[in-house]
């Protein structure tokens, strides 16, 4: 996981993550955290937002289901105009960014 201010980004594996941070324009090296799905769920209740890459999706939306996270299923297939897509879950969900 890193913050980019609006949300935290969650990715799938840790070569996801350096490939989305070598994309994004950032200052400094921020710092990689590997996040468990209580310390999500936890800030979601305090208003966070995360965005999830397919891989780390897969991985979160069982879990928010059981725990009745308002979250659907998604659809990765559609192209972007970056060739990324993350789903949005928090505060202002959108999906398909």
């Known amino acids: 996981m890193i913050c980019d ?9 840790e070569a996801k993550m350096k490939d989305y941070v070598s994309r994004m324009n950032l200052k400094g090296s921020p710092a ?10 936890k800030g979601l209740g305090l208003g966070a937002a995360y965005c999830f890459d397919e891989e780390s ?4 939306y069982p879990s928010a289901q059981k725990a009745g996270i308002k979250a659907g299923p998604e659809d990765f297939s559609g192209e972007t105009p970056t060739g990324l897509h ?9 999906s398909g960014n």
């Open 5 to 13: 201010g609006d949300a935290c980004i969650i990715a799938g594996s």
């Open 32 to 41: 990689i955290k590997r996040t468990r799905f209580g310390e999500i769920k």
């Open 57 to 60: 999706y897969g991985r979160f």
């Open 86 to 94: 993350f789903v949005r879950v928090g505060k202002m969900s959108v």
